[in-house]
């Protein structure tokens, strides 16, 4: 049995409690709490929500475990080796990270690229000649492979022959949306990793996605918000980079964009500004 997947599959639970769980679990042969009650007892607070029994939980997780042997998916738990060390320092870092591909290297700085799903032809030449200049010094390209913005800095990244990463908001076996499968394909060739925190078989619930976002900031060191409109899903992004202590920037692109009011936004409470990948590469001090 897959005594991680089940842990991952209790609701309402934060990653220092499933750690606590687990540590617990596979010290003893069976499962150490048998109904909610146990759970509150030795988390000393009340869950809220729906609990499942733990067997529906177990055979889950079978499942879970299951589909991804059949695909390929891996996975990696908060702690252990392998895991991205950057994305172990944010608050609630996801327990269990599942991926296809090879993950970045820890020891290699990764920036995130993120905006408006409808960019103007400023904001994606921006996302991809940002994507391009990174990749062209080492630096590895974090997105989240929706359309617009996200898809041309994955695209520019990899015609500079580096390495980007794809964070989902659904299994790795329900990829949104589906029309950049040929995308997450090539990411999967040139070396990169598609990645998310929910398990095969999760739909792309929108709600899953502003959770989504502080992983794909968690990941870099820095974010930059190329273009995006006032209720742009990519400022969740910009206020977890914030929260996470990470580089936030707001692309040059969204500065008079007729849909850059969020990239505006950042710069008016104070947030520094980029132009092209130059720009990061001098305040980090990476050889052009």
Not at 242 to 248: F, I
Request: net charge positive; glycine share 12%.
């Amino acid at each position: 049995m897959a005594k991680d997947m089940a842990v991952a599959l209790i609701p309402g639970l934060s990653c220092a409690e499933r750690l606590a769980i687990l540590e617990k679990f596979e010290r003893e042969e069976k499962f150490p709490f048998s109904t909610k009650q146990d759970l509150e007892e030795f988390l000393k607070r009340p869950l809220r929500g729906t609990f499942c029994t733990m067997d529906e939980i177990f055979a889950r997780a079978e499942r879970h475990e299951k589909a991804s042997r059949i695909r390929g998916i891996r996975r990696v738990r908060c702690g252990e080796a392998g895991y991205p060390p950057l994305l172990g320092e944010i608050y609630n870092p996801p327990f269990l990270l599942y991926y296809l591909g090879r993950l970045p290297d820890p020891e290699k700085p990764a920036a995130a690229l993120v905006g408006t799903r409808r960019p103007s032809p400023s904001g994606s030449a921006q996302a991809y000649t940002l994507g391009r200049g990174l990749a062209k010094a080492g630096i590895a390209v974090v997105s989240g492979l929706a359309l617009g913005i996200d898809a041309m800095a994955h695209r520019g990244c990899l015609d500079g022959g580096g390495v980007t990463v794809a964070v989902l908001g659904s299994g790795l076996d329900e990829l949104y949306p589906s029309s950049n499968k040929s995308l997450a394909k090539r990411i999967l060739e040139s070396g990169g990793a598609v990645v998310s925190e929910y398990p095969p078989g999760t739909k792309p619930y929108r709600w899953n996605f502003p959770e989504r976002n502080r992983i794909i900031s968690g990941f870099a060191r820095g974010t930059v918000i190329v273009e995006a409109p006032e209720r742009s899903g990519a400022l969740h992004t910009a206020r977890f980079a914030l929260e996470q202590g990470r580089d936030l920037w707001a692309g040059k692109a969204g500065l008079f964009s007729p849909r850059g009011a969020g990239t505006r936004r950042l710069v008016e409470d104070g947030c520094g500004t980029v132009g092209s990948a130059a720009d990061i590469l001098t305040e980090w001090n990476v050889d052009k």
